[in-house]
């Protein structure tokens, strides 16, 4: 009977199997419409080919792009469920343009990389209904690549098509409304036409790249995105009986509309092709994924560096930029130097660091602060780590590093690493910011790194000396790394308990400075308060022995978000706190809470209220908590009293802004002094120098110091105040107090203050009186670097050589951002305005000769850059570029020599164009294997030069060079329709060779035997030159007898020789 049973299950297996293959060409039953498309058990064999087109439509048929061409299978090992592999990639790019305007492609560099990152890896996805497709990629698989499979899958989702003419589609652009027309077919749609408006695509949006952090015009991304139109057209042809796709065609345009016409102008146009090769039946069911690797479908940011990783191009370009004397170049050069730092990855950036800084330290460092990368950030902190020499710019560098948005992990890397190198205040708060920035839920190694740094740096508030070579006090580290964890708290607590645990026990300590004591408290001021924590800040609210203040930071700490229990125990506790100042903080307090409204402390309303029915109002001279609201926000202050003084031991202000009912810290400022006291007692004490001194004086002068008298009731009271007899030396006797009064304040412990100061929820930083006077020494080793040694410095170059020059270079003005394309590559646009300003030149003098060179030639350059391209990130570059150029430049170079009685001043004549004023606008193509001007419409071609005559062989002439394309119909406007330059500029002739200026004082003896002399002045203005000869201007000035007189003299000669 078991035999029978056996069998039985066989067969009926064995029907099931068949059942299921017979039943492959039924329409499926599952929800996923694609499924018609692809049968189960089946694999489908294509021919994929996708290219990109840069050009300038209407101008040029010049073209540049990539083109990717693979084998792609798709396999259905279950319902909807799909493996994709692409095999035999290949990766070209348009080299050059046939005869027939066609592109002609070749090989790219690195496309055995390329095909074998196409080929590592299978992409598994799962269709369901038509808009819910989900990718489960390999874990190592790059993001570039996936995007490119992505563009794959997206060309092959075309669902069986309804009735409706209209419908949400899933591609590469995300959910995209999606206009289709069935051209033909009878029982189904064998040929069917799709159209898209990509800005309608929920996922199509400009992604925001690299741009200057020092830009003044930046984050306009999103409207410029505005200005680039996207559509999509789609045909595609289905088999008839099987439905599978047999070939299809999509074509993406992107028009750059300013200055374009009709689709004519800067455009980008991806094609895809795909084309049915056969199908074969599978065996394969198995359909494993990894869930937390699951993907959308839709376009992904990738990382984008360059092809070829070397240090050649930056180096070059760097050079090229610090050797020009074409100043109209400068700004295109910087533009071009800081966007080949940006493509660079760590390992070249760091080995051409130090050559770049030897070239030219001055632009190397325009150009990083203005890269805007982790990999520049990572340079700049290489090359500070080893400059010690100006201790507070390394500071304020590496601070305003940490003030940059969206820091990586390769940042906190270096930022963790500098303050590994140098614990200065500056470095370990910019590490703190950087972290708390980075952080956002799950814990990373590099936050993990960061913990264990500063709980080996707090070492349980021990005082132990770590490091031997550190000249830091430890309590000053302990309280500095304290201060710093209460910035990052949350990150801090989410990585490392043990760090934690560790500031608690310096919080329970009483043998460290009480300063580092509330810092271990207001530590967890961003933390989650567990049980734990509230256990042990309990137990110190509760101790009588702490001070108040202490007591008082563990009481707000607890208060933070306090539920009805924790409110209760502090009401039950109130009658046993028997410190008065702490009572009064914790009544005015617990007022205030009472008079907020607070909706989470309505359960304590009343507990509250009953309790504190019997206390007095705020007594003046008490501690107290001070709270105004209103229905912008609130107003909080705290003064904080020992019993023993009469000056506060802490205040602090905060206000808080409320917008839609959440509570944003605008600021925070807060003062902690201690040790005034034996000052203030020296002072004005009983027996203090101005009592002492005023009574003596009073007594003294009797009934005329009525003012003194009153000013001594005041510091003093009479009823507290000794007798003291009057000294028969009354000046004697306050120098003695003087004395006293210096000795009384030499041997008292010096006060010390901590200021702090927060905005937007994030602590500055704190500052001590210690520090003010690190402050005054700080200042006076700048006077000397700066103003003393520096200036001395400059003028010794600016007097030895005519070869010095200084230029500055901004980007005031920069947006970039990429959109998605078809094929899965990303569409790159940049807008950059880049500023160049500066001038070479100096004078040298020389004693012996008495001869004087001077050279002064400024510039200033305006220039905005304008990109457009598709390319595949880290294998090949190609884009359009617009280079729009405002430029002005002067020169004097003269030479002045003086001997007895002449004075000569030349100029030689300028060997090349000067540029008075320059407007120009050139098209660049540009791409892996070179750069090329677009070539001009040559239709309607302006080019003339108009030039007159200036001085004698210097001509000022007026250049205009253009394409008036007026009368071609599907030509782009101005400037898109070619080379264009306006001009005015100053064009040696080559006859003068040197202008010179000679002044002579002599005296001239007339008369008979010459006995009568007169003074005179001759001026002699000569232009030198070999084709002219020399032409010679002399004016003659006498002065007889005393009486002034001139005549001029014109004298042209013209050497035959």
């Known amino acids: 009977m078991m035999g029978y049973s ?66 792609v299978e798709i396999e259905v090992p279950q319902t909807c469920k799909f493996v994709m592999h692409t095999r035999d990639c290949t990766l070209s790019e348009v080299s050059t343009m046939d005869l027939k305007g066609q592109p002609v492609y070749s090989q790219a560099h690195g496309f055995e990389a390329f095909q074998a990152a196409m080929e590592k890896n299978p992409l598994k996805f799962t269709v369901e209904e038509v808009t819910i497709v989900q990718l489960y990629p390999e874990t190592d698989e790059p993001v570039n690549i996936l995007n490119i499979k992505r563009g794959i899958v997206s060309a092959l989702m075309v669902p069986v098509m309804e009735d409706e003419t209209k419908s949400f589609m899933n591609t590469v652009h995300g959910q995209c409304l999606t206009d289709y027309l069935v051209n033909a077919g009878r029982d189904f749609a064998t040929d069917v036409t799709l159209s898209r408006d990509l800005s309608q695509c929920d996922q199509f949006y400009s992604r925001e790249l690299i741009n200057s952090p020092l830009a003044l015009l930046q ?40 200055f374009s016409h009709e689709d004519n102008g800067i455009s980008s146009v991806v094609t895809q092709d795909v084309i049915f090769k056969s199908s074969k039946r599978i065996s394969n069911k198995v359909f494993e994924v990894n869930l937390s690797q699951r993907k959308p479908l839709h376009f992904e940011n990738p990382e984008d560096k360059a092809p070829v990783q070397t240090k050649d191009t930056v180096l070059s370009t760097l050079q090229e930029l610090a050797g020009t004397d074409q100043g109209m170049k400068r700004a295109s050069l910087f533009h071009k130097f800081v966007s080949s730092l940006r493509v660079l990855r760590n390992e070249t950036l760091s080995q051409a660091l130090t050559e770049m800084l030897d070239m030219s330290g001055w632009l190397t460092w325009q150009a990083l602060l203005q890269c805007g990368t982790s990999e520049c950030s990572s340079a700049m902190l290489q090359a500070i780590r080893t400059n010690d020499g100006l201790s507070p710019g390394v500071d304020a560098l590496a601070y305003g590093l940490s003030l940059q948005p969206h820091p990586d992990a390769t940042r906190v890397w270096d930022m963790l690493s500098m303050a590994q190198y140098k614990q200065s205040r500056a470095i370990m708060y910019a590490l703190a910011n950087t972290v708390k920035k980075f952080h956002i839920a799950d814990v990373s190694p590099v936050v993990t790194e960061v913990s264990k740094f500063f709980e080996t740096l707090l070492n349980d508030c021990s005082g132990e000396i770590l490091d031997e070579d550190s000249l830091a006090d430890q309590d000053d580290m302990s309280f500095l790394a304290l201060r710093v964890v209460a910035v990052m708290g949350k990150a801090m607590q989410a990585a490392n308990p043990s760090l934690i645990s560790s500031i608690l026990r310096c919080a329970k300590k009483t043998d460290i400075p009480l300063s580092n004591q509330k810092a271990a408290i207001q530590a967890f001021r961003l933390m989650d308060i567990n049980d734990e924590v509230r256990s042990i800040f309990m137990e110190v609210y509760k101790d009588a022995q702490s001070p108040v203040e202490k007591r008082v930071a563990a009481y707000l700490m607890l208060m933070k978000n306090p539920d009805h229990a924790l409110v209760t125990n502090i009401l039950n506790d109130l009658e046993n706190v028997r410190d008065k100042q702490l009572k009064s903080f914790v009544v005015s307090h617990l007022k205030n809470i009472l008079n907020s409204g607070e909706t989470k402390m309505y359960q304590s309303r009343k507990d509250i209220e009953l ?40 205040v602090m202000l905060e206000t808080t802004l409320k917008v839609f ?81 210096l000795d009384d304040v030499h041997v008292s412990p010096a006060p010390e203050t901590i200021a702090y100061l927060r905005l937007l929820g994030a602590e500055i930083g704190y500052m001590k009186t ?35 020059e200084i230029f500055a ?50 510039s200033v350059g305006l220039e905005f850059i304008t ?157 030198e030159g070999t084709a002219i000869g020399n032409i010679v201007f002399l004016l003659h000035c006498f002065t007889p007898q005393n009486v002034y007189s001139h005549s001029g003299t014109v004298v042209f000669r013209k050497d035959r020789n």
């Open 6 to 71: 056996k069998l039985f299950l066989l067969l009926l297996l064995s029907s099931y199997t068949l059942g299921q293959e017979g039943n492959d060409n039924n329409e499926p039953t599952s929800t996923c419409l694609l499924a018609s498309r692809f049968r189960t058990f089946k694999k489908y064999l294509y021919e994929y080919t996708t290219e990109s087109r840069n050009g300038m439509v209407g101008t040029a048929n010049l073209k540049n792009g990539p083109k990717v061409s693979c084998q």
């Open 219 to 258: 984050k306009l991304h999103r409207p410029m995105s505005k200005l680039i139109t996207s559509t999509q057209d789609c045909n595609y042809k289905f088999e008839n009986k099987g439905k599978h796709i047999t070939a299809a065609m999509c074509t993406e345009k992107h028009v750059y509309l300013p």
């Open 611 to 650: 309790a504190l029915a019997d206390t007095n109002t705020v007594v003046e001279g008490m501690s107290n908590y001070y709270e105004i609201d209103s229905a912008l926000g609130s107003i909080q202050s705290k003064i904080i009293f020992d019993a023993t003084d009469t000056l506060p031991k802490e």
């Open 661 to 741: 009912d959440y509570n944003y810290d605008i600021f925070e400022v807060g003062v902690e002094g201690t040790g005034f006291e034996p000052t203030i007692d020296a002072l004005f004490g009983e027996q203090g120098f101005f009592p002492d001194s005023i009574s003596k004086v009073m007594y003294w002068a009797g009934d005329k110091a009525n003012i003194l008298r009153e000013v001594l009731e005041k510091v003093v009271p009479e009823k507290d105040r000794p007798k003291r007899q009057v000294p028969e030396n009354l000046l004697k006797n306050i120098a003695n107090s003087a004395l006293k009064l």
């Open 770 to 804: 210690s520090d003010m006077r690190k402050m005054a020494q700080t200042l006076s080793m700048y006077y000397h670097v700066f103003i003393r040694d520096l200036s001395v410095k400059v003028f010794s170059a600016l007097t030895s050589s005519t070869e010095n």
């Open 809 to 858: 270079h901004y980007i005031f003005m920069e947006n970039a951002f990429s959109l998605s394309t078809a094929s899965g590559f990303p569409l790159k646009f940049s807008l950059a305005g880049v500023i160049a300003t500066g001038a070479k030149g100096g004078f040298t003098h020389s004693p012996a000769n008495k001869m004087t060179d001077l050279s002064f030639m400024p």
């Open 867 to 1023: 990109q457009m391209g598709v390319h595949v990130p880290d294998y090949l570059q190609a884009s359009l570029e617009m280079h729009s150029n405002l430029y002005s430049e002067s020169s004097l170079n003269a030479k002045v020599t003086l001997s007895r009685n002449q004075m000569r001043f030349s100029i030689p004549a300028p060997k090349s164009n000067k540029q008075l004023f320059s407007i120009s606008n050139e098209m660049l193509s540009v791409s892996c294997g070179q750069t090329e001007k677009v070539p001009s419409l040559m239709e309607d071609r302006i080019d003339t030069t108009d030039c007159q005559t200036l001085l004698s062989g210097l001509k000022i002439c007026t250049v205009v060079r253009y394409s008036n394309a007026t009368s071609i119909d599907q030509a782009p406007y101005y400037p898109l329709n070619g080379e264009s330059r306006f001009a005015v500029e100053i064009q040696p002739t080559g006859e003068v060779s040197e202008y010179t200026a000679t002044i002579i004082d002599e005296t001239l003896r007339e008369g008979k035997k010459g006995r009568h002399k007169v003074d005179s002045l001759k001026l002699t203005l000569k232009a």
